[in-house]
C-alpha cells in the first residue's frame, strides 16, 4: 500500500499521526476494540447518570456499490502507487462477471460492453476491497467530522476524555450524541442532535454511491426519570424516536432500542 495505510491514529487526542493514518473513528474489522470503545461511552453514561445516545446504521450492500474510480481516489489519498491504481481500474473494466444463484454459477457471463453504461461496484468478496472501504470510509468520516464537533465525556479530574462522533466497523457504523448536563429535559435535545448526526452520515455515504438500509438501523437511547429521591433509567421508549430520509426524499423512521435491549452491532453483543 505504497508510503502504508495505519489506523492507529491517537485516541486520547482525536489527532492523526501522519496523513496516510486513517480516521481513529473506523478500526476496520477488529471487533474487540469496538466493543470496548462502546462498552466504555456507554458505562461512563451509567456511572455519570448522563443522557447518551447512539444511532446503529447498516449500509446496503455498499462493497457492490463502490465506484472503481473512487476507490482509486481514495487509495491515492492514503498512498497506493498510480501504476497499482491503473492496474486495478483496468482489471475492474475488463472483467467478466458470472450469476451466482442457489442453482449454481451461471456460463453465461457479463460485463461491460462499448457503448453500454459502465458497470460499477467492487464486488463482494474480492481481496482487496474490505481495505479499499475502510480508507473511502475513513475520507467520509473525516468530512463528518469537519461538521459535527465532538461528544466529549472527561474523566473527574479533567486529564483525560473519551472523545467519539462515530464507531465503525466494516461497513457498520454507530454514531453518537449526548449531553453532560444532569437534566431530565434533555432526551429531546440530545434525540434531535443524534438525528441531524446520523442525516449527515447518511447524506454522506450516498453521495458516494452508498445507500443505508433503514429496516435494518437502530438507536438506543440511555436516559433517566426521576424517583422523587433519586435517578433510575428509563426503560420506556414511548414517544421517544426519530426520522430520516433517504436520496429520494423518502422518510422513514427509525427502530427504538431500549437500553435493556441486546443489541448486535459493529462485531459484538
Not at 54 to 61: E, W
Not at 157 to 162: F, L, M, N, V
Not at 226 to 255: F, H, P, Q, W
Request: with cysteine; hydrophobic share 35%; aromatic share 8%.
Amino acid at each position: 500500500m505504497g508510503k502504508g495505510y495505519r489506523c492507529d491514529a491517537g485516541e486520547e487526542t482525536g489527532q492523526q499521526e501522519d496523513p496516510y493514518a486513517a480516521n481513529n473513528c473506523t478500526r476496520g474489522s477488529r471487533k474487540n476494540r469496538m466493543a470496548m470503545r462502546n462498552l466504555m461511552a456507554f458505562e461512563y453514561g451509567r456511572y455519570m447518570r448522563i443522557v447518551i445516545a447512539i444511532f446503529a446504521a447498516d449500509l446496503t450492500a455498499y462493497f457492490d456499490r463502490m465506484f472503481p474510480s473512487l476507490s482509486n481516489v481514495s487509495a491515492g489519498k492514503f498512498g497506493m502507487e498510480k501504476n497499482v491504481l491503473l492496474s486495478r481500474g483496468r482489471t475492474i473494466q475488463k472483467m467478466r462477471r458470472a450469476v451466482r444463484t442457489g442453482h449454481g454459477v451461471s456460463e453465461v457471463t457479463y460485463g461491460n460492453e462499448e457503448g453500454e453504461p459502465e458497470i460499477a461496484g467492487e464486488l463482494q468478496g474480492k481481496g482487496d476491497v474490505a481495505i479499499l472501504y475502510c480508507l473511502q470510509s475513513s475520507i467520509t468520516l473525516d468530512a463528518h467530522a469537519k461538521l459535527f464537533p465532538e461528544l466529549v465525556l472527561p474523566s473527574p479530574g479533567g486529564e483525560r476524555a473519551i472523545r467519539k462522533r462515530n464507531d465503525g466497523y466494516v461497513d457498520d457504523v454507530n454514531t453518537w450524541a449526548g449531553k453532560i448536563k444532569r437534566d431530565l429535559q434533555d432526551v429531546e435535545e440530545v434525540m434531535y442532535d443524534l438525528q441531524v448526526r446520523a442525516q449527515g452520515l447518511t447524506d454522506l455515504n450516498e453521495v458516494s454511491g452508498g445507500s443505508t438500509a433503514f429496516h435494518k438501523c437502530a438507536c438506543q437511547l440511555l436516559s433517566w426519570r426521576s424517583t422523587g429521591r433519586t435517578l433510575e433509567i428509563n426503560y420506556d421508549m414511548e414517544g421517544i424516536g426519530m426520522v430520516l430520509t433517504d436520496a429520494k426524499g423518502a422518510a422513514l423512521r427509525i427502530k427504538m432500542l431500549s437500553p435493556s435491549w441486546t443489541n448486535k452491532g459493529l462485531g459484538y453483543f
